[in-house]
């Protein structure tokens, strides 16, 4: 429930009364990530499901270890072998330092593989939409000296 109702310089907002500027915007951020965190779940399965965290057989040398749940099963079901001399660049490794390109001649571990680059693309986007639905509702909300004037793009 947004309001602009103010008594000596505080707020009311769902439900809460005599919040200062800085208490509002708490109040409000945890209502907002409240409201997105159904979507998180999906971005983190995604990140998690996109891990090399599974053995696997030999693998040449310079390869990152293991394998994700997403390239097995996908790769099992999406398994398309490409034409000969085609590849797809795919980006891997367990950590940030440890990233390269490889490539792949196999749909299904092609998709796989950038499974958890999805899931990183979804949780930016959810941090993106829930600070600019916190400032939104935030601004709706207080007097116009209070309002937040920072942007991001």
């Known amino acids: 429930m947004d309001t602009t109702e103010t008594l000596n310089g505080t707020y009311f907002y769902g439900g809460l009364s005599n919040l200062t500027p800085q208490q509002l915007w708490w109040a409000i951020t945890i209502a907002v990530v409240s409201d997105h965190l159904g979507i998180s779940a999906v971005d983190a399965a995604l990140v998690i499901s996109g891990q090399p965290i599974l053995p696997t057989r030999g693998k040449p040398r310079g390869a990152t270890p293991g ?3 997403a390239s097995k099963y996908i ?3 999406l398994n398309y072998k490409l034409p000969r001399g085609m590849t ?3 980006l891997t490794g367990k950590t940030i330092t440890s990233l390269h390109f490889s490539s792949t ?3 299904g571990r092609f998709v796989g593989r950038n499974v958890p680059w ?3 693309a979804m949780t930016f986007t959810t941090i993106y939409n829930i600070q600019r639905d ?3 509702t ?3 909300v207080v007097a ?3 309002r937040i004037q920072w942007t991001y793009f």
Do not use: C, E, F, Q
């Open 75 to 77: 790769s099992t079901w």
């Open 144 to 146: 116009p000296k209070d």
């Open 105 to 107: 001649n196999n749909l």
């Open 67 to 69: 394998t994700s749940i």
């Open 88 to 90: 797809l660049p795919t």
């Open 134 to 136: 916190v400032k939104a």
């Open 118 to 120: 999805l899931g990183w």
């Open 138 to 140: 935030y601004n709706r």
